[in-house]
């Protein structure tokens, strides 16, 4: 697993329950792409039980965590680790 930096956040989704409305692609389109079955994918993502996990730059909070707070489903979520 890929190590956290104080400069890093940790993104987790729960790809499974994506609904495709695409908010997160529009809102942080460096870490969210939609997949060829419209539902949204975490770029890099690793399988963590029930969701994938990558490492997000903390300059990217702003639109990390309005992508999670967006998100109609509630599967984005942002921590520090
Ligand atoms: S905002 Fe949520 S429901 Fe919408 S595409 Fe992204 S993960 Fe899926």
Not at 14 to 39: H, N, S, V, W
Not at 45 to 69: C, I, M, P, T
């Amino acid at each position: 697993m890929a190590r956290v930096s104080g400069f890093q956040l940790v993104i987790r989704h729960k790809a499974l329950e994506c609904i495709g409305c695409c908010l997160c692609e529009e809102t942080a389109p460096q870490y969210f792409r939609m997949d060829e079955d419209g539902m949204a994918q975490l770029e890099g993502g690793q399988s963590e039980g029930v969701f994938n996990r990558a490492v997000g730059l903390k300059v990217d909070r702003e639109e990390l965590e309005a992508a999670a707070e967006g998100c109609p489903v509630d599967i984005i979520r942002i921590s520090a680790s």
